[in-house]
């Protein structure tokens, strides 16, 4: 049985098309035209073997086999892109000062600090984990390079918009503590110490539905939050960024819908030097693999 050598440009039309929910951005994303990618594609198809989309809507998502596909995909471009951008950047050195969120602190900072490790293994990251206040004070104060916040109309010279993330109400998993929640109590709600832009979006939305609610807990750190709401004390509302696998999303008629949340990127400079462009990337990638990992375990 002969061996499949993947070409890796067909393989990053592949998993491109994938991340954007469309193969005709994708297209122009790679500067290519749509009659070349559905070659591309099809030429994969045939050394698969087997089907790697389907239709769903107007769009396509992977099969079975393709999302094995794609996670195999994803793994040999980042060694690829790795490996150009080491080769590249073979003298790159330097410091960089990140400022992240909590709700990114674990599984994020993780992969992005591994990937630019890698790559650049001579400069140094000095990362600091902290609320949205407290990092957009860091960056316009010029003591951070790069800082990664949700958007609350606050914005800094040089930022970006990254995507929107859904607010949701979040509860304990266990059904016992869950019940707790009904009824014609105020609703306990759990919280960030203010100012919180979802304590704030919270408040409102309930203030907006008539619903009465009691601060049953507050702490300065997300962990707190979790303890809080695994023990029962109540509700919180953050995106699913980062939510422990003991909570879970409550699905309840009864509470209001709340909005989407931006999340932005903010640089010190306007051109920064190449070690802190190159991080920016590799962030940029990292979120939209997750984003898209998680539109595949919903779908």
């Not at 140094?124 to 104060?141: F, P, Y």
């Not at 704030?200 to 979790?226: E, Q």
């Not at 400079?269 to 984003?291: F, S």
Request: with cysteine; charged share 20%; aromatic share 6%.
């Amino acid at each position: 049985m002969s061996k499949i050598t993947f070409d890796l440009d067909v393989m990053r039309t592949f998993v491109t098309g994938i991340e954007l929910g469309s193969f005709a951005k994708a297209a122009d994303r790679l500067g290519r035209s749509t009659s070349a990618v559905s070659a591309q594609l099809k030429k994969l198809e045939d050394q698969v073997g087997s089907p790697i989309l389907r239709k769903s809507g107007r769009g396509m998502l992977p099969t079975p086999a393709g999302e094995t596909l794609l996670a195999y995909g994803r793994r040999l471009l980042e060694l690829n892109d790795e490996a150009a951008a080491a080769v590249r950047g073979v003298d790159l050195e330097g410091w960089i000062r990140l400022g992240i969120p909590e709700d990114f602190g674990e599984r994020i900072l993780t992969d992005v600090l591994g990937r630019f490790a890698r790559a650049h293994p001579r400069v140094r990251i000095e990362a600091k984990i902290a609320r949205n206040a407290t990092l957009l004070d860091l960056i316009t104060g010029g003591q951070l390079d790069l800082a990664l916040t949700w958007d609350g109309g606050i914005s800094t010279p040089h930022s970006e918009h990254l995507r929107n993330f859904a607010m949701h109400w979040i509860g304990a998993a266990d059904p016992q503590l869950q019940a707790s929640y009904a009824g014609d109590e105020p609703l306990p709600l759990v919280a960030f110490e203010a100012p919180c832009l979802m304590r704030s979006c919270a408040t409102s939305a309930l203030d907006h539905a008539n619903i009465p609610w009691r601060l049953s807990f507050t702490s300065p750190s997300l962990s707190g939050i979790w303890a809080a709401v695994a023990a029962g004390l109540g509700v919180t509302v953050r995106t699913a960024a980062g939510l422990p696998k003991h909570l879970r999303i409550i699905d309840n008629p009864a509470l209001p819908t709340l909005p989407m949340l931006g999340l932005s990127l903010h640089r010190l400079e306007a051109e920064p030097d190449m070690a802190v462009q190159r991080l920016r990337e590799i962030m940029v990638e990292t979120l939209m693999e997750e984003e898209m990992g998680q539109q595949l375990r919903a779908a």
